[in-house]
């Protein structure tokens, strides 16, 4: 590769190229300041490669991310996944730090403790602080392990607005049952639910949403990822929690094959992405206290890997597949400075733990010292 | 089970030609490792079914790896060798099975972290055959043609830009009789080299009049055999204990008998077709995955000499609050988007086909049908650069395989 993929952004962005900058953290702070943290992780998903994204050919498709959000973040060039390559275990992988191998397609949970668990006992947080809004049944199990010492009662609080949209339905959904159904992969199975879902009635106790308001809402928008957006939103304002992990999905539609479907995917959820940090921004509990970090679960195949098809799967387990990037900005972070080196998508929680002020004991990957 | 406890009757289930060759060859089976041979037996169980390029294939794939002296054979799989199974895994019904096994070894790697040596061996095994096995040459310069963005009144953004460093780009292409002229000229060439299924003609709507010589796929062909799939997906789903694993063996077991297609008709196409929408994603819905996917497929198995492919609107990507609105109609097409994916889709053609033997000779055109553009890639074409030359389809032909 003629050009070093920070290139991809000091060209467009004219950001700095971190490396010497690792001075006084910024998040040298007291313990009051500790406390009010709070960090939003977003998944930016499901699977999106380089070249749709954030090299020269894909840069039109993140104008977003490119021109608003990249000013001021500290954006690492070369992430790797070196996991199973599918959504769901992905996924729980990003929220252990441990490369889970459990099955993609059932409603398990992860083997190790998640993020949520090691946040919500070592700081003596309450169910409310730490939420998951997901895509779908097959991430119910997400929000805490069955780890000894960890496990039920001490994960996050999941909604999975997809779920809630088909039990608001009350069935009525008719010939668009597909819009509920579990993913793109495998498009035709929905996991049953189990575990610590979000209840319809809930809609109204917590988010103080009636079930009326809520169809109405999902009728003006138009993909599952903006129905979510809707959920973290409400979420915001009601509950304000300290952990917050979203996880998008509309760009897995690229599964179907149609390469316009998958790049229009990526174009909304820039636009999502932009518009949660306008969220931040706008919202008390959250402006100028909040670490916002976006990263893909994994990439896609390259289109020259004779084993796969390109844009449409992530099956090879090629480099283009597993590398991709992660974009950190807000409270703490240096903004604008680009960093090459390699690093682990397991990385992110041992981060999180540092940033936050707990131990992710059981996780595998190394604390971002960019971010400490 | 493993390779080495292989006996003949094990096959007993096998086609009469897949039967026959893996009884010929079972000594050499015996001597192979496990992590080798199921791929090998998902091929040939499919033998008697196989395009003449495939088998063709199989055969010299075999002839060679029984050539192989005892330290060769060593030196050729010792990277399969050192990926370990778990003995659940060895015990599966490899033999009667090999696809299902294939799914299930898969997974095992993953899990166990030895997907990249899997990947690794796999890797230098093909390479070593390639080399190993010289390719036939062929009679004539294998041709791809793409034909993309049918019902579009305009567009604006650039088009080939994947394929622009390697062709030339034309714009001034005079578009009249397009078509006619490009089903003329592949009709031409199955006249001057006949070859079974070795000139193909794919459209992702209703296939146009076109010769009786070459091999036709078309996705309004294939409406009644796509609804059976769809429903016969449908009551499986709904079957208690159904899962994603147990779909996909399913399907894979289906043929053409189940989705309603004669018997009278052509076994190997047939077969080629179903597979087209059981092992495809989205082939079962989208038209433009249809015709992508079969470009593929049909590169990677029949190896044709000609390859036209024809793309047409696919149905629109209904959003969110037009769904739940419930507001019914007829599918709308999306012109637009289908000439995005089309222009995707050429470029997969290319590289498919650069994948096979004599890419270095081989040419390729893509027109964006009805209008003035086209990019054209041969030998003696320059590359990365525009023409404004005013050429119709036929003189573009003849300048990439000139």
């Not at chain 1, 960890?150 to 088909?166: E, I, T």
């Not at chain 2, 092992?279 to 000609?306: C, K």
Request: glycine fraction near 8%; hydrophobic fraction near 40%; charged fraction near 20%.
């Amino acid at each position: 590769m003629g050009r070093s993929r920070r290139d991809f952004l000091r060209d467009a962005a004219g950001v700095a190229i971190g490396g010497s900058l690792l001075g006084a953290s910024p998040f040298l702070r007291g313990e009051a300041a500790a406390k009010k943290r709070k960090v939003i992780v977003v998944t930016f998903g499901g699977g999106a490669r380089d070249q749709e994204t954030f090299a020269p050919e894909g840069q039109e498709n993140i104008p977003h991310m490119l021109n608003e959000l990249i000013p001021q973040a500290s954006f690492f060039t070369r992430v790797s996944n070196q996991g199973i390559l599918g959504h769901y275990v992905a996924t729980a992988s990003l929220a252990t730090g441990v490369y889970e191998t459990l099955n993609n397609f059932s409603a398990v949970p992860p083997e190790h403790p998640t993020v949520f668990e090691y946040f919500r006992k070592d700081l003596r947080r309450p169910s409310s602080d730490a939420w998951v809004v997901a895509p779908s049944n097959g991430f119910n199990r997400i929000g805490e392990s069955e780890y000894r010492s960890y496990g039920p009662g001490l994960g996050a609080r999941v909604v999975l607005p997809k779920h809630l949209l088909s039990a608001a339905s009350s069935g009525a959904l008719g010939d668009y049952q597909h819009l509920v159904r579990d993913n793109y992969e495998n498009p035709l199975y929905t996991p049953q639910i189990g575990g610590s879902e979000f209840e319809l009635h809930q809609l109204e106790m917590i988010l103080k949403l009636s079930v009326g308001d809520f169809m109405a809402h999902a009728r003006t928008v138009s993909s599952p990822d903006e129905l979510s957006m809707y959920i973290v939103k409400r979420l915001m304002q009601q509950e304000s929690p300290s952990l917050l992990w979203i996880t998008m999905h509309d760009i897995d539609i690229a599964h179907s094959g149609t390469y316009s479907l998958y790049v229009d995917a990526i174009r909304r959820t820039d636009r999502l992405c932009a518009e949660l940090w306008k969220t931040v921004q706008s919202e008390p509990e959250y402006a100028g206290n909040t670490t916002l970090l976006i990263l893909p679960d994994f990439g896609r195949d390259a289109d020259e890997d004779p084993g796969g098809n390109g844009f449409q799967h992530h099956r090879t387990g090629d480099a283009a597949s597993r590398t991709t990037w992660m974009m950190a900005l807000g409270a703490g972070v240096r903004p604008g400075v680009v960093y090459d080196r390699p690093m682990q998508s397991i990385d992110l929680v041992p981060s999180l733990g540092a940033m936050m002020g707990f131990s992710a004991a059981f996780a595998q990957g190394k604390p971002i010292d960019e971010l400490l | 089970m493993l390779p080495n406890s292989l006996k003949a009757e094990q096959f007993a289930g096998y086609p009469p030609e897949a039967r026959a060759l893996v009884v010929r060859h079972l000594e050499l089976l015996r001597l192979l490792p496990i992590t080798f041979v199921p791929s090998l037996l998902r091929e040939v169980i499919e033998y008697d079914f196989k395009f003449p390029a495939e088998r063709a294939a199989i055969d010299r794939e075999f002839t060679h790896l029984s050539s192989l002296s005892r330290a060769q054979m060593q030196l050729w799989f010792q990277s399969f060798s050192q990926v370990s199974l778990s003995t659940k895994i060895e015990e599966f019904d490899w033999v009667n099975q090999p696809a299902q096994f294939l799914e299930q070894e898969s997974a095992y790697l993953w899990s166990t972290h030895q997907m990249d040596a899997f990947r690794k061996a796999a890797t230098e095994y093909g390479n070593r055959l390639q080399s190993a096995v010289p390719d036939e040459p062929l009679p004539v310069r294998r041709v791809g043609i793409a034909a993309i963005g049918q019902g579009v009144g305009s567009y604006d953004a650039p088009l080939f830009r994947n394929l622009r460093k390697h062709g030339t780009y034309f714009n001034q292409v005079k578009p009249e009789n397009g078509l006619e002229i490009l089903l003329k000229a592949v009709a031409d060439r199955a006249q001057a080299h006949p070859a079974a299924y070795g000139h193909w003609y794919v459209d992702g709507g209703r296939a146009s009049n076109h010769s009786p010589l070459l091999t036709s796929v078309s996705y309004q062909g294939l409406d009644p055999v796509r609804s059976a799939l769809l429903k016969n997906m449908d009551a499986e789903i709904s079957r208690p204990g159904m899962g994603p694993e147990e779909l996909r063996t399913h399907m894979a077991r289906l043929l053409p008998a189940d989705l309603g297609m004669d018997k009278s008709g052509d076994a190997v196409l047939d077969r080629f077709q179903v597979k087209v929408f059981t092992e495809g994603s989205g082939t079962q819905i989208f038209s433009t995955t249809f015709v992508q996917w079969t470009t593929r497929e049909a590169l990677r198995r029949a190896q044709p000499l000609t390859l036209l492919t024809r793309f047409a609107p696919r149905q629109r990507q209904r959003p969110m609050n037009e769904l739940l609105s419930a507001v019914d109609g007829e599918a709308e097409l999306d012109a637009t988007g289908s000439l995005v994916d089309a222009d995707m889709g050429a470029y997969y053609h290319w590289i498919n086909q650069q994948r096979l033997p004599g890419a270095e000779q081989s040419a390729f055109l893509v027109w964006f049908e009805g209008h003035k553009q086209a990019l054209a890639i041969g030998p003696s074409l320059p590359r990365g650069t525009t023409s404004t030359s005013s050429v119709d389809l036929a003189q573009l032909l003849s300048l990439a395989t000139g």
